[in-house]
Antibody, heavy 118, light 108 residues
Framework: QVQLVESGGGVVQPGRSLRLSCAAS????????MHWVRQAPGKGLEWLAV????????YYADSVKGRFVISRDNFKRTVYVQMNSLRPEDTAEYYC????????????WGQGTMVTVS | SSELTQDPVVSVALGQTVTITCQGD??????ASWYQQRPGRAPLLVIY???TRPSGIPGRFSGSRSGNTASLTIAGAQAEDEADYYC???????????FGGGTKLTVL
């Protein structure tokens, strides 16, 4: 079964750090670019970051550039986001998602993990 | 920076046809994908590329693009289609992704 499972969310104080994980199963992980997307309570989706299938390239939204770092471990089939200098406005549900070359779309999403900065 | 604009709220009578639009200059270069999100759930891909439906998405969902506007059409809307819908595409450079602000669809 193709699946993404996020973990690592919780309550954290402003200025502190947190690392989220997203474990993949059911597909060839190192064939796919992986993304992080978040959704603040009652708000829309916000794209955050992408990492290429081999981990050689990464890109970030302006809102998190310089504070968040996306990485992956293809042996562990896991993608991470290290979130530093957290702010109250980073409070959101965080999703990882897979993009295929065929669709150029987010075809598989995790269930999300909630981060509260307070 | 690139932006994608959606109407915040759209309503449709049960069984009727509704079109949700997404406008942005980057759509002249890149296709949009569309996501349905029900309350408390992760987004679900419903349309991608030129208008392709993933496996399991009902045939009443279709997509198209004209100029700088992408459209998601639901023909014969059902009660279970009531949800938030988001478009997504790349920005001009192709490196970054953008979401539209979302459209809340109400089925009356």
């Amino acid at each position: 079964q193709v699946q993404l499972v996020e973990s690592g969310g919780g309550v954290v104080q402003p200025g502190r750090s947190l690392r989220l994980s997203c474990a993949a199963s059911g597909f060839i992980f190192n064939d796919y670019a992986m993304h992080w997307v978040r959704q603040a309570p009652g708000k829309g989706l916000e794209w955050l970051a992408v990492i290429s299938n081999d981990g050689s390239k990464d890109y970030y939204a302006d809102s998190v550039k310089g504070r968040f770092v996306i990485s992956r471990d293809n042996f562990k089939r896991t993608v991470y986001v290290q979130m530093n200098s957290l702010r109250p406005e980073d409070t959101a549900e965080y999703y990882c998602a897979r993009v295929t070359g065929d669709t150029d779309a987010f075809d598989i999403w995790g269930q999300g993990t909630m981060v509260t900065v307070s | 920076s690139s932006e994608l604009t959606q109407d915040p709220v759209v309503s449709v009578a049960l069984g009727q046809t509704v079109t949700i639009t997404c406008q942005g200059d980057s759509l002249r270069s890149w296709y949009a994908s569309w996501y349905q999100q029900r309350p408390g759930r992760a987004p679900l891909l419903v349309i991608y590329g030129k208008g392709t439906r993933p496996s399991g998405i009902p045939g009443r969902f279709s997509g198209s693009r004209s100029g700088n506007t992408a459209s998601l059409t639901i023909a014969g809307a059902q009660a279970e289609d009531e949800a938030d819908y988001y478009c997504n595409s790349r920005d001009y450079s192709g490196k970054y992704r953008i979401f539209g602000g979302g459209t809340k669809l109400t089925v009356l």
